[in-house]
Nanobody
Framework: QAQLVESGGGAVQPGGSLRLSCVTS????????MGWYRQAPGKERELVAR???????KYTDSVKGRFTISRDNAQNTVYLQMNSLKPEDTAVYYC?????????????WGQGTQVTVSS
């Protein structure tokens, strides 16, 4: 069974850093892009960062200049380096992989990892 497994979440003070990792396991269809989403309490899940097979990246405005997404294509592993963390970055962070089959596009999701930024 295909899975995305996240790690690296935790609690950190404002201004601190964390590095999230997401590894794939099991048999997956071709992955076209990988990324990170987050969901804070009472809010909708939002895209944080995305990287496609060509290495092109996309960030939500609030994390530009602070977060960096990277990917090991051979290992289908994606990382999110988060620096200068702010309390508003507190959320559950989910790893995402975009794929497609004969019926159309679909997503793989990880189980989520909690990031808490607080003094």
């Amino acid at each position: 069974q295909a899975q995305l497994v996240e790690s690296g979440g935790g609690a950190v003070q404002p201004g601190g850093s964390l590095r999230l990792s997401c590894v794939t396991s099991g048999t997956m269809l071709v992955i076209n892009a990988m990324g990170w989403y987050r969901q804070a309490p009472g809010k909708e899940r939002e895209l944080v960062a995305r990287i496609d097979n060509g290495g092109d990246t996309k960030y939500t405005d609030s994390v530009k200049g602070r977060f960096t997404i990277s990917r090991d294509n051979a290992q289908n592993t994606v990382y999110l380096q988060m620096n200068s963390l702010k309390p508003e970055d507190t959320a559950v962070y989910y790893c995402n992989a975009e794929s497609a089959d004969g019926l159309g596009p679909f997503d793989y999701w990880g189980q989520g990892t909690q990031v808490t930024v607080s003094s």
